[in-house]
């Protein structure tokens, strides 16, 4: 059972529809079409959460995953974490973020939905150890890095997440691609020495990095990431044949 629906009907129920998954090309070529946004009746609020997609992505890790400590850095309106509660109902969850209205929002529909998260006004990296010693039972064995989008950034919260973290606990990397974190995130492979995948086939371009994964998890994780050499012959390709030159014979006479 898909938890979309349940999603929706939280945030709906709080006066928040849901705008996501759209495409780019559907909405003049707005980037960030795809990500999550809400209507709260008057304009669009919030700061592109995980698209639908990358949602569909996260749930289907249920069946693959069992956390019982999560940790989300980066919250804003909370639908990330909400999603992760859903997808893991058994975990629990803190989610740090400065944004203080965020975090009272996620509080208030945890607690209407029995979901179990806490929300915590704190910055990473500081933030990451008390706010996991006082609200986790243990080490943390999922996490999600979601807030500041610079190559510098990641890695400091990743390290800090790694100071709380199980040695096989999994890491998912929001807009690694879209935000140009690749530098990032294979400075924290390496560091880390843990298995990784670009998931290219992600509108933000996510990544993973987990130790230990089973041989159908990794199957599942190859569905959304490319052959690197092969993904660079296919853009190639795409550039030449499909994409419309509309100067290129004006240049070509030059
Ligand atoms: C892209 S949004 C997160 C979206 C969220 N994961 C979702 O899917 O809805 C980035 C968030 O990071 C937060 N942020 C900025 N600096 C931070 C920090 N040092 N530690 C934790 N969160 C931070 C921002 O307040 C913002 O809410």
């Known amino acids: 059972m898909t938890i979309l629906p349940k999603l929706h009907a939280i945030y709906n129920s709080a006066g928040l529809k849901p705008l996501t998954g ?86 208030r529909l945890a607690q209407e939905n029995g979901l179990k998260i806490t929300a915590v006004e704190a910055y990473s990296p500081d933030g990451i150890k008390p706010a996991c010693a006082e609200h986790l039972d243990g080490p943390v064995d999922f996490v999600l890095i979601d807030a500041v989008h610079t190559n510098e950034a990641i890695i400091t919260d990743f390290a800090a997440a790694r100071e709380v973290a199980a040695d096989d606990c999994f890491y998912l990397f929001h807009d690694v691609v879209n935000w140009k974190m690749t530098e990032g995130l294979k400075h924290n492979q390496t560091t880390s020495g843990l298995d990784g995948r670009l998931l290219t086939r992600t509108p933000s371009g996510m990544a993973v990095l987990f130790k230990g994964a089973s041989p159908d998890l990794v199957a599942y994780l190859d569905c ?11 853009r190639d390709l795409v550039r030449q044949t499909m994409v419309k030159d509309s100067f290129g014979e004006a240049i070509a006479a030059l």
């Open 22 to 107: 759209h495409s780019t090309g559907h909405m003049f070529d707005w980037m960030d079409a795809p990500f999550t946004r809400f209507f709260d009746g008057k304009g669009i609020v919030g700061c592109a959460g995980l698209s639908l997609f990358e949602i569909m992505f996260l749930e289907h890790l249920a069946g693959y995953l069992t956390p019982k400590n999560i940790l989300v850095i980066g919250n804003a309106h909370g639908w990330s974490t909400l999603a992760a509660a859903l997808t893991f109902p058994e975990a629990k969850i803190v989610a740090i973020d400065p944004y203080e209205p965020g975090i009272a929002l996620t509080n």
């Open 224 to 234: 959304f990431s490319d052959n690197p050499q092969l993904l660079q012959a296919y």
